[in-house]
């Protein structure tokens, strides 16, 4: 039972274009959404996270946009650069039993070229 | 060091011998959370600590997988009898506290290779 689920197994996007990875999820009882970056050999490494309570959450060129009533969200990069090249986890948290338990998407690989 | 440390970062073991996974959270975060991530999937939750007590074991694949936490820092997975199934990426997390809006911080992992 995929309580979060990343659709697209990876995304190619040219230098300096919007890169957009989506999420969907099943529990409306999530209350906390985040994206976590990770390059191969290392963990992931926290991105950008956004509360139930709100629709978007920006940081620089990282926008997390949500969507309650589709249960969906979608992190927006732009412009992109080859550096952004890594697979990006979508999470979801309540607290579940009173602890902060993570349910992760299987991931989108993105790669960003010339 | 001020990221979460994990070791050893890759360990091969022959089937039906017993590993230990090690994990140093981030100094002064008192949840601490195991996770373990397969090839091509995402990051199945194995464990949470909250201080030195683990509420919530569930995630545990069977009896043959066990944690400890000590002095609200250090912990350990071990993993006894190893099997095939058990090859993956064994990752550790921590946070400042156990609420959904505090960011949990991974080391590199732990990638285990059984024959």
């Known amino acids: 039972d995929q309580q979060v689920k990343q659709n697209s197994p990876s995304l190619s996007v040219q230098e300096g274009r919007i890169s957009i990875l989506n999420c969907d999820y099943t529990?409306?009882?999530?209350?906390?959404f985040l994206w976590y970056k990770k390059y191969p050999a290392e963990g992931p490494t926290f991105l950008i996270s956004?509360?139930?309570?709100?629709d978007k959450n920006e940081d620089g060129r990282f926008t997390v946009f949500l969507n309650k009533s589709a249960k969906h969200l979608s992190l927006h990069i732009v412009p992109s650069q080859p550096g952004d090249s890594a697979v990006y986890f979508c999470?979801?948290?309540?607290?579940?039993?009173?602890?902060?338990?993570?349910?992760f998407g299987a991931g989108t690989r993105l790669a960003v070229h010339p | 060091g001020a990221g979460v440390s994990q070791s050893p970062s890759n360990k091969v073991t022959e089937k039906g011998k017993d590993v230990e996974l090690r994990c140093d959270p981030i100094s002064g975060h008192t949840a601490l959370y195991w996770y373990r991530q397969r090839l091509g999937q995402g990051l199945e939750f194995l464990i949470y600590?909250?201080?030195?007590?683990?509420?919530?074991k569930s995630g545990l694949p069977s009896d043959r997988f066990s944690a400890e936490r000590t002095g609200e820092s250090v912990s350990t997975l071990t993993i006894q009898r190893t099997q095939q199934e058990d090859s993956a990426v064994y990752l550790c997390?921590?946070?400042?506290?156990?609420?959904?809006?505090?960011?949990?911080?991974f080391g590199d992992g732990t990638r285990l290779s059984i024959l």
């Open positions: 600590f909250q201080g030195n007590s683990a509420p919530d």
């Open positions: 529990n409306s009882m999530f209350d906390y």
């Open positions: 997390a921590s946070s400042l506290s156990r609420g959904s809006n505090q960011p949990q911080h």
């Open positions: 999470a979801a948290s309540g607290l579940t039993g009173g602890y902060n338990k993570l349910i």
């Open positions: 956004i509360s139930s309570i709100k």
